[in-house]
């Protein structure tokens, strides 16, 4: 799709909770002026080490 697609309009970007949301709540695609801020929350324990990598990668 193309971002002029109207299947690309806003779908109410917000935060999406890890463990809490459905992943069909995450938007498709993220795209500056198109779903745009979108925060990702989760919780990590206390059990993690301070070098912990999080990689997040989007595809279109």
């Known amino acids: 799709m193309h971002p002029s697609d109207n299947h690309m309009s806003d779908w109410n970007p917000g935060t999406f909770v890890v463990g809490e949301n459905n992943v069909g709540d995450f938007p498709m ?32």
């Open 29 to 60: 695609c993220l795209w500056q002026g198109i779903n745009s801020p979108t925060t990702i929350q989760f919780s990590m324990n206390g059990n993690l080490s301070t070098n912990v990598k999080i990689r997040v990668a989007t595809t279109i």
